[in-house]
Nanobody, 122 residues
Framework: QVQLVESGGGLVQPGGSLRLSCAASGSIFSIWSMGWYRQAPGKQRELVAIVISGGSPDYADSVKGRFTISRDNAKNTVYLQMNSLKSEDTAVYYC????????????????WGRGTQVTVSS
């Protein structure tokens, strides 16, 4: 079994910062990518940021220059540093990982965390 556990959400004023963390644990052989999605009320889930192993991070246009994604491969953990937060960043943020669980896996499988609420409000 694989689990993704997020932490770091909360309430912050516009212009403030938050740092989200997501730790993957369990039967992990290789992580192909890790990232963050978000879903605001009444909207579809959207990609926020993702980092593919050996590649450069990719960001949604709406967060470029404000959010930074990073990975600690030794800890199977991904972080999202969010600065200059705006009210439109309010959403549930979900951690995502694309990984294999053994050397004999035929391909990666997607896993999701349960989500953490980020609310930007004065």
């Amino acid at each position: 079994q694989v689990q993704l556990v997020e932490s770091g959400g909360g309430l912050v004023q516009p212009g403030g910062s938050l740092r989200l963390s997501c730790a993957a644990s369990g039967s992990i052989f290789s992580i192909w990518s890790m990232g963050w999605y978000r879903q605001a009320p009444g909207k579809q889930r959207e990609l926020v940021a993702i980092v593919i192993s050996g590649g450069s991070p990719d960001y949604a246009d709406s967060v470029k220059g404000r959010f930074t994604i990073s990975r600690d491969n030794a800890k199977n953990t991904v972080y999202l540093q969010m600065n200059s937060l705006k009210s439109e960043d309010t959403a549930v943020y979900y951690c995502y990982a694309d990984l294999t669980t053994s050397a004999r896996s035929t391909g990666p499988i997607d896993y999701w965390g349960r989500g953490t609420q980020v609310t930007v409000s004065s």
